[in-house]
């Protein structure tokens, strides 16, 4: 097996071959159609209330890696999910594929209480139930590399374009791995780069996707994952190799794919198709579609709260400008909206006198895709830093409002210019 050409970005006729020989099944290359739907399968009987807003409760964590294909054995007294890089990285594949969703209890398109929960999404479900195993695989491989944002699992994101980062970080740990494997066990150097490169979770899904493969190493008491070493896959090398040619290579597709914030389905399928012809149907989640209706949002700085109604069809330039009335601050800085979109990612509206788009006074509040229930984040004023706190309660589509108003407040506004303490 030889090393990958990295200089030329190039595929040999030996990678070639290893592709065309491939079939992807159930069972193979690598778990990782069998462990995503374990917990996939763990999600719809039971849903998952969130602890935070990016990982599952510690109570879950163990039973959920004893189902997987590649159980970890920790020593730790109190693990988190990125304890578990395997977990780690099929969440972020539940979130990247659009499957599952961040959701409220929710009557009559009103909030019930402040719990949230990790649920399937039955639409997109229905998608994934009709795909085959290479449309499974391919849809998988391309949610992890074109949307695995680090954001989506709470780690510090990767700048404009996160595709060759994540891509070039699994290049890199093939790159560095000689032929007879890569002893970790007692390299601290070793254990040191790969905690950022490609770092814990994208280890976990390199294994899961036949990438390389893993030998554990013994459980160290206080430590988490041990790993005596790493060894490379022929499959791996190869689909390396093609996405490395076809995809760093290419700027105009990695532009493409994160203008707007939007990743078109289906982006990788003109270069995988050939050698996986399976490859037919593509894993398309819904598009939002602007929603009528009043907006009831709840607003909340410090102890003070209040609430606001506003149409649909307003812009968020006004709901900040309401915002702002309310408490009387004045509405000469800088502002945006943040917010996490479908596939769990942060997107960002800004303030119409900031260079990069989209701006407040062109996205209606109908346009934001917020569930009941999920919170907005407004900042204004990048020096004083006023961060309010902005969740939708309540779509009422039978009552209309004509213009924004303030339904109730509690608390005390704060004097604009001057320190305040909550």
């Known amino acids: 097996m030889r090393r990958l050409s990295f200089e030329k970005l190039e595929i040999s006729p030996e990678h070639k071959q290893v592709l065309e020989k491939t079939t992807i099944t159930e069972s193979g290359p690598g778990t990782i159609l069998n462990d995503f739907q374990i917990l996939l399968n763990y999600l719809r009987k039971q849903g998952l209330p969130v602890a935070g807003p990016h990982r599952l409760p510690r109570t879950v964590l163990g039973e959920i890696n004893a189902l ?52 399937v999404e039955d639409k997109a479900y229905q998608v994934w139930e009709s795909l085959n195993p290479t449309e499974r695989y391919c849809a998988l491989l391309e949610s992890w590399l074109l949307r695995g944002k680090e954001e989506i699992v709470g780690e510090r994101g990767g700048g404009l374009f996160s595709v060759p980062n994540i891509l070039r970080g699994v290049m890199d740990l093939i790159r560095r791995t000689p032929e007879k494997g890569l002893r970790v066990e007692g390299d601290k150097n070793a254990q040191y780069l790969l905690r950022y490169v490609p770092g814990w979770h994208n280890l976990g899904l390199m294994e899961l996707f036949g990438l390389i493969s893993i030998k554990p190493g013994s459980p160290i008491e206080g430590q988490g994952w041990q790993i005596e070493s790493i060894d490379r896959t022929a499959f791996g090398d190869a689909l390396v190799a093609l996405l490395c040619a076809k995809v760093l290579w290419e700027p105009n597709l990695l532009f493409e794919s994160e203008k707007e914030g939007r990743v ?13 012809p399976e490859w037919k149907k593509n894993l398309s989640i819904p598009e939002w579609v602007f929603r009528e209706g009043t907006y009831i949002f709840r607003v909340t700085l410090g102890r003070l709260w209040f609430r606001i109604a506003i149409p649909a069809s307003h812009t968020l330039e006004w709901l900040a400008s309401t915002i702002l009335t309310a408490i009387k601050f004045d509405s000469d800085h ?8 479908p596939w769990g990612a942060i997107e960002r509206i800004n303030h119409d006198f900031i260079d990069e788009g989209p701006w407040a006074s062109d996205v209606r509040v109908g346009d934001v895709p917020l ?52």
């Open 334 to 341: 800088l502002y945006h909206f943040e917010y996490e979109n």
């Open 264 to 276: 078109p389905v289906g982006l990788l399928q003109p270069i995988l198709q050939p050698y996986f």
């Open 371 to 422: 569930r009941v229930g999920q919170k907005m984040t407004y900042l204004y004023d990048f020096g004083d830093n006023w961060e309010f706190e902005v969740t939708l309660e309540q779509v009422d589509r039978a009552e209309a409002v004509k213009k924004p108003r303030i339904l109730e407040m509690h608390g005390s506004p704060p004097k604009q210019y001057s320190r305040w303490d909550e």
């Open 68 to 119: 997987l294909s590649h159980p970890i054995q920790l020593r730790l007294k109190r693990p988190e999910q990125k304890s578990y890089p395997h977990i780690q990285g099929l969440y972020l594949l539940l979130r990247a594929s659009g499957l599952a969703c961040i959701k409220a209890k929710v009557v009559d398109s009103t909030l019930r209480d402040g719990k949230l929960f990790l649920s």
